[in-house]
C-alpha cells in the first residue's frame, strides 16, 4: 500500500556531503516514523536516523553532528543530510516508513522499506 522512492546516493570524497530523500506514495491514513537505515557489506542493517511525525529525532551515536535528518509531512518525504562524510559511511541507504492503512474499515499499522540508494565515500 506504501512505496518509498529513493534517490541521492552516490561517489562522494572523504569530508563531503550528499543529501538523500525519500518520497512516499500509495494508500495510506498516515505516516507516523520514517528513518534512514543502513548495511555495509558483510554488516548488519544499522539505524543511522529516525524522525517522528512531530519532528522528534534520534541519531546513531557515529552520525551525530555530521548528519541531520528532516522530513516534509505535506510531501510525505523524508531527508538525511550527510555532511563531513567519512570512508566508513559508505553503505546501501534505506528508508523505513512506519505506516497506517485503512482495510475492511479498519486501521493496521505497518512498515515499509524503500529499494535503498549507494553511498559510496572514498578518494
Known amino acids: 500500500q506504501v512505496q518509498l522512492v529513493e534517490s541521492g546516493g552516490g561517489l562522494v570524497q572523504p569530508g563531503g556531503s550528499l543529501r538523500l530523500s525519500c518520497a512516499a506514495s500509495g494508500s495510506f491514513f498516515s505516516i507516523t516514523a520514517m528513518g534512514w537505515y543502513r548495511q555495509a557489506p558483510g554488516k548488519q542493517r544499522e539505524l543511522v536516523a529516525t524522525?517522528?511525525?512531530?519532528?522528534?529525532?534520534m541519531y546513531a551515536d557515529s552520525v551525530k553532528g555530521r548528519f541531520t535528518i528532516s522530513r516534509d509531512n505535506a510531501k510525505n518525504t523524508v531527508y538525511l543530510q550527510m555532511n563531513s562524510l567519512k570512508p566508513e559511511d559508505t553503505a546501501v541507504y534505506y528508508c523505513?516508513?512506519?505506516?497506517?492503512?485503512?482495510?475492511?474499515?479498519?486501521?493496521?499499522?505497518?512498515?515499509?522499506w524503500g529499494q535503498g540508494t549507494q553511498v559510496t565515500v572514498s578518494s
Open positions: 523505513k516508513c512506519n505506516a497506517v492503512v485503512v482495510m475492511d474499515g479498519s486501521r493496521y499499522g505497518y512498515q515499509y
Open positions: 524522525i517522528t511525525s512531530g519532528g522528534s529525532t
